[in-house]
């Protein structure tokens, strides 16, 4: 038994650690071994789960190579060797809606941002503040029920419906908004959901900007708007990381955004064509996946895909932000 | 025009309900360097911070009394606090260049947004001529393009200068400039000062006597909110009229 001395060194009470006052005290450390397995349970789930994945969606790399990823055709067939699943469309829709979502979002967390922490009368900013992280914590499918049947005919009549009449020569705004379902609605709703975070993440930035620069910024006679633009530049690593992570959360959404989206493999550049996105095939597929031979492994694969883009996302986004925390320490 | 740069009308300063000024009385000439000394928590900063109205930024003070600026009422309600900060320039404690700006922006950012200049090279003149003007140009002019964050403490101080300078104000405020920079950085800011009041007022605060003594004209010695004494720099370290000054210029009263 090698490790076993390990662990118990590993365990044990460092050198003058909470010794110096008790005579009797026990050499280990019993609230470390209790602590610690929950790290290890993490770590354990992370590496589980990325396995799975992996191990689940190798018969479709086997199968149909990486064209599972690029290839727009999802044919389900009774017979199993006519089953065909290729991810591009909802690989697609899972991007297009979550940059729409994000274009959506950040210029509206920016300002909301700057009012809060440099207008805002001190009574009102806190009640902007929690009703801002309230609606970060709200089930999505609240978010889902209100754009279905409240968002999306309101788009279609009042935004979408103008925009195709007037600007059809747009390729942007080239598809007809039949329903209103539509790459559009769900990047607005999108947009609607991911505002919160990215506010959160801008301003905690703008309000850790050193009080010593904004005097700068005045004591140089420039106007407010000017020095809140020098101040917003200083912080823009943190506006960018706040994007990030907003974006990973648009790319993981899943209920609210099946429910606007009209659910269609459809690869368009068209904001108005229903589509699909990963997370919202998923779900709406599980269910019956298991009638087909090779669909199971089709959607572990876009499961793997999600996870990835997931990962990249996050983890590009804290680093930028830690880095910036770093810098911004005086 | 007044001679004087700066005169305050029985200046009282409040932070909600409590006095931190309590009614100053000051007159300070042109081109001189005058030191506003005293232990910390006296009201020095929030006494500077009038003089181009960046006390604002804080929605707690209120003020006062009369500032004049060459006689001008910066208080008065036809007066846009931007165009005062424009015509006095501000060092502060901590060298604060803007870390996301490269060095010749820092200098240029203010012209730039003021729209001061016209053209490039107009620019590029003036910013050659502030970094000279605050004996930073020989030490940077290979590395205008590099963030501050490579220069020392010192240097920082000088690009701050060199900001505020590139605006051609007439009055330079500077809020304990030395307090965080190494002793050589100290020097070279203090010969700076010496050189650069033959065309400014600079208005120095400083927790330090000793620098007072050094490159001073005159001195005024705050104390809890109060001016204690004021006049010549001379008169005031070798024979000081207030027992108070007193203590505080031998190291007494700290």
Known sequence: MPLFPFFLRYFRRKKNEDTLHFKNIKRIDTLKVITSPAIIFVLLLFVWMLTVYFYNALPAFIREGLEVYFRNTWQAAEEASKEYYGLAAPIWGTIYTSIIAILIALPISIADSVFVVDYAPKKVKNFFIIISDMMAGLPTIIYGIWGAFVLVPFLQKYVMMPLYKHLSFIPIFSSPPITGYSYFSAGILLGIMVTPFASAIIREAYQMVPFTYREATLSLGLTRYEATKILLGYIKPAIFSGAILAFGRAVGETVAVSLVIGNTFNLSIGLFAPGYTISSLIANQFGNAFIYKHMLPALYAGGLALFIIGLIVNVVGLYLLKRWQKNVEI | MSKYAIETKNLKIYYADNEIIKGINLKIPENTIFALMGPSGCGKSTLLRAFNRLLELNKDARIEGEVLIFGK??????????????????????????????????????????????????????????????????????????????????????????????????????????????????????????????????????????????????????????????????????????????????????
Do not use: C
């Open chain 2, 73 to 254: 009422n910066i208080y008065a309600d036809d007066v846009n606090p931007i165009s005062i900060r424009r015509e006095i320039g501000m060092v502060f404690q901590y060298p604060n260049p803007f870390p996301h700006l490269a060095i010749y922006d820092n200098v240029a950012i203010g012209l730039k947004l003021n729209h001061l200049v016209r053209n490039k090279e107009e620019m590029d003149k003036r910013v050659r001529w502030a970094l000279e003007k605050s004996s930073l140009w020989d030490e940077v002019k290979d590395r205008l393009r590099e963030y501050p964050a490579s220069l020392s403490g010192g240097q920082k101080q000088r690009l701050v200068i060199a900001r505020a300078l590139a605006l051609k104000p007439k009055i330079l405020l500077m809020d304990e400039p030395t307090a965080n920079i190494d002793p050589l950085g100290t020097k070279n800011i203090e010969k700076l000062l010496f050189e650069l009041k033959r065309d400014y007022t600079i208005i120095l605060v400083t927790h330090e006597p000793a620098q007072a003594a050094r490159i001073s004209d005159y001195v005024g010695f705050l104390y809890l909110g109060k001016l204690i004494e004021v006049g010549l720099t001379k008169d005031i370290f070798e024979k000081p009229k207030s027992e108070l000054t007193e203590k505080y210029v031998t190291g007494v009263l700290v």
